[in-house]
């Protein structure tokens, strides 16, 4: 069995991603939001549900202790949020990370939005964790799965991905986590 977290389980991609890893029976998933009256998926009956802050470091260390997999979907102070998780990783000995973060953080000038992503990932990929940075183009409702990587240094390409793709493409990171370690990944919809 493999012990699964989402961090921000409230969030849009992550209902999505706990709607297809619910499914599977090798997952142990746990998730980890600031008020659980906002969890919006079907059934969580298998899941183990922690209500907490991921600015708040004890509870974030008690939150991953134990984990295999630490699967961030943040908003907000996002570089804060990164310490905290590599603080509270190393601490507990767990070592691979999946962060959503956004495409654009490379640009130069950085729009000043993006600036608390590229910090997040400039913290994370300091660290010795076995990271996967992602970096969507725009979110669509779609209903498709179609999508392509870039890789960091490459251009980024496209402007759209559906949900349900990058959803698709981090339930596959959490499938075969030996295949993405330490990768920064673009994520768009090719040709689009
Ligand atoms: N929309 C786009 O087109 C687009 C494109 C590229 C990248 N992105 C980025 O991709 C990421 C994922 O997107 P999304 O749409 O799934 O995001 P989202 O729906 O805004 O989810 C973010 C989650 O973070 C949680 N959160 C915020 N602060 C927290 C804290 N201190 N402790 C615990 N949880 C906290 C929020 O929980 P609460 O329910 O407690 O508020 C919320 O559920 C976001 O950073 C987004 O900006 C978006």
Redesign the pocket.
């Known amino acids: 069995m493999k012990n699964v977290i989402v ?2 389980a ?5 209902k999505h991603v706990i709607d297809i890893l619910v499914k599977k029976d090798d997952i142990n998933l746990t998730l ?4 659980k009256s ?1 969890l919006r998926n079907y059934d969580i009956s298998k899941c183990r549900v922690v209500e907490g ?3 708040d470091l004890k509870q974030l260390k008690d939150a991953v202790a134990g984990q295999d997999i630490i699967y961030a ?4 102070d ?1 570089e804060a ?1 990164a310490k905290n998780i590599v603080k509270a990783m190393g601490e507990k000995g767990v070592k691979k990370l999946i962060f ?4 654009g953080i490379y640009d130069s000038p950085l729009k000043s939005v993006l600036k608390p992503y590229r910090k997040a990932a400039d913290v994370i990929e300091a660290s010795d964790l076995e990271y996967t940075i992602l970096r ?4 669509t409702n779609a209903d498709e799965v179609d999508y392509e990587t870039t890789r960091k240094g490459e251009p980024e390409k496209g402007s759209v991905i559906s949900q349900k793709s990058l959803a698709t493409l981090i339930t596959k990171i959490i499938e075969f986590p030996e295949n993405y370690i330490r990768e920064n990944l673009g994520v768009n919809k090719p040709n689009s």
């Open positions: 961090l921000g409230s969030g849009n991609i992550a980890f939001l600031r008020n906002r802050n991921v600015l979907n943040l908003a907000g996002l949020m959503i973060s956004s495409i969507p183009t725009w979110f």
